[in-house]
């Protein structure tokens, strides 16, 4: 069974301070990550996608993808109070068929 | 681009009545679409995938006859709770991808998800 697992939290940051959410994934042939923002009581958003070992920025996110150790991340530079939701990452096959399996997302509060 | 419309974003209905959901692809196409259910504090459900012009495939637990799926076209797909009871109280959400956005790879896009409450 392909299982994608973060830790729940809650992960909690001051303001301004560097927010680290870890993922790690089951299935090797997995190729498609990605993050995703889910604030209470609304559905997610993609927030970042990323495809290729390394890193991938974008304004404050930056995804690391680390193939050989099945292992994906999500850093939030100057955490801000509105960053605060609950964090899913997400994990795909290459395959059109493949579904998109979520793991149980991490809950960040930001301390202003 | 790729958004994808859910209507209606409440319900709140008496046991026995049958609710409908809508999600809409906006601008694209969608042959496939993913419906999920949400309990509060818990992760994301997958109950079935939506195919155009076919069958929905449901995951393993969850009763086709009691959650109707349609797909009639490429930008609608309806899911449809039968004699809702209090225990289908929950968060659903759409979602959908847009196929030209690569194939294989592309990510999901959420609709704004309806909250049932069944009375």
């Known amino acids: 069974q392909k299982e994608v697992e973060q830790n729940s939290g809650p992960l909690s940051v001051p303001e301004g301070a560097i927010a680290s959410l870890n993922c790690t994934y089951s299935?090797?042939?997995?190729?498609?990550f990605f993050w995703y923002r889910q604030y209470s009581g609304k559905s997610p958003e993609l927030i970042m996608s990323?495809?290729?070992?390394g890193d991938k920025e974008d304004g404050r996110f930056t995804a690391q993808l680390n193939k050989a150790s099945q292992y994906v991340s999500l850093l939030i530079r100057d955490s801000q109070p509105s960053d605060s939701a609950t964090y899913l990452c997400?994990?795909?096959?290459?395959?059109?068929?493949?579904?998109?399996?979520f793991g149980p997302g991490t809950s960040l509060s930001v301390i202003p | 681009g790729a958004v994808v419309s859910q209507h209606p974003s409440w319900v709140i209905c008496k046991s026995g009545t049958s609710v409908k959901i809508e999600c809409r692809s906006l601008d694209f196409q969608a042959t496939t679409m993913f419906w999920y259910r949400q309990f509060p504090k818990q992760s994301l459900m997958l109950m079935a995938t939506?195919?155009?012009?076919?069958?929905?495939?449901?995951e393993q637990g969850v009763e086709k006859d009691k959650f109707l799926i349609n797909h009639a076209s490429l930008t609608l797909s309806t899911l449809t709770v039968t004699s809702a009871h209090p225990e289908d109280s929950s968060f659903y959400i759409c979602?959908?991808?847009?196929?030209?956005?690569?194939?294989?790879?592309?990510?999901?896009?959420f609709g704004d998800g309806t909250r049932l409450s069944i009375l």
């Open positions: 990323i495809y290729s070992n």
């Open positions: 939506s195919n155009e012009g076919s069958k929905a495939t449901y």
């Open positions: 299935d090797r042939g997995s190729q498609s």
């Open positions: 979602s959908a991808r847009d196929p030209l956005q690569g194939a294989g790879n592309q990510p999901q896009h």
């Open positions: 997400a994990v795909k096959g290459f395959a059109s068929y493949d579904k998109v399996i």
